[in-house]
């Protein structure tokens, strides 16, 4: 193994785990939860109160750190993880500083494998390369 291939590995598969096993302690209590602050606690008591949404998310993140750790679809991985990296970042940013460290170490990962998927990503959505009028 290369060592470009080891520097795109790595993230791919750490940010995979991450999220897989968020997911799993989102919808099985597997872990214990860090602390968080009492608005923090009132925003994740709401999406358990409703049920469905805190269902989806965590789905969604078990299907994504799969797909990483697959290393299969790679690009509708990362899209699929995206919003939930962006939402954990804003949660802890303004509602929870104890996690944010965390946060920020999803995002920079996240903007990474958004960078190395973004030829594919462009590619998979129909988008063109250039969006200027003359490239029709």
Known sequence: MTLDR???EFPRILIG???????????LDIFPMQRISPEGVDVVDNLKAHGILWTVIHFGEIIGGFLLILGSMGQLAVLLLAPVTLSVWVFHSSLSPVGLWHSYVLLVLEIF???FYWK??????GWRKSLSPHSR
């Open 17 to 27: 785990v991450i999220f897989l096993l968020s997911g799993l302690n989102g919808l």
């Open 113 to 115: 494998l958004l960078a």
């Open 120 to 125: 594919n990503i462009f590619q998979m959505l």
């Open 6 to 8: 080891i520097k795109f």
